[in-house]
């Protein structure tokens, strides 16, 4: 089973980039930000939890965050794979990933950051912003905390997989196309 943990700042280009992993391996997408987006959408009281975090640019708390994803990997039956987009953000969710994957046999393969200058994702964000209507990408003070939020808690969880030999840097400037052959590449060579 490969199983990818895709990481980067917020703007890094991990939704698009899980779209192409998605298609090249077959690999199921388990985005944290979208579960979180569909309670909040349903108005779910996990969801409304969550949102209360999410619009102040906080991280949701582990236990929320871990069970909610545990809850949607067991809804897939013989997967070739997952990609864990945003989770894990902290060293207790990676711990807390590592032994649920161990009762399922399997571990995580590799970890892919996604690696992007502060200006760029900014900038990325903005447009974002304007396409998607994402109302937490539009405040430029929003954005400066998830990213602030990102680098002090979110970025350490880094030193984890390295610490196993499976943490992969990848260049996240270029074209689309371009970051995405640094994956396929990073990954084929296994």
Same mark, same amino acid.
């Not at 090249?24 to 944290?32: A, E, R, W």
């Given at each position: 089973m490969l199983n990818i943990v895709l990481f980067?700042?917020?703007?890094?280009?991990?939704? &698009?980039? $899980?779209? #192409? !992993?998605?298609?090249?391996?077959?690999?199921?997408? !388990? $985005? &944290?930000?979208?579960?979180? #987006? =569909?309670?909040?959408?349903?108005?779910?009281?996990?969801? +409304? !939890? =969550?949102? $209360?975090?999410?619009?102040?640019?906080?991280?949701?708390?582990?236990?929320?965050?871990?069970?909610? !994803? #545990? $809850?949607?990997v067991m809804k897939h039956e013989n997967p070739?794979?997952?990609?864990?987009?945003?989770?894990?953000?902290?060293?207790? +969710?990676?711990?807390a990933l590592d032994a649920f994957l161990a009762t399922l046999n399997t571990e995580i393969t590799v970890m892919l950051a996604l690696e992007v200058q502060e200006d760029e994702l900014k900038e990325r964000l903005k447009k974002r912003a304007e396409v998607s209507g994402r109302a937490d990408d539009a405040d430029p003070a929003v954005i400066q905390n998830r990213i602030q939020v990102y680098n002090n808690e979110t970025a350490p969880v880094k030193s984890f997989y390295q610490e196993q030999n499976k943490f992969t840097a990848i260049d996240g400037i270029g074209t689309i196309d371009a970051i995405t052959e640094r994956l396929f590449s990073a990954i084929d060579s296994i």
């Open positions: 980067g700042p917020p703007g890094a280009g991990k939704g &698009t980039q $899980s779209e #192409r !992993l998605i298609e090249q391996y077959g690999l199921v997408h !388990l $985005s &944290t930000g979208d579960v979180f #987006r =569909a309670n909040i959408k349903g108005e779910t009281e996990l969801g +409304q !939890l =969550a949102k $209360s975090y999410m619009d102040k640019g906080q991280l949701v708390p582990d236990e929320v965050t871990i069970n909610m !994803l #545990r $809850s949607e070739a794979g997952f990609i864990f987009d945003g989770f894990p953000r902290t060293h207790a +969710q990676a711990t």
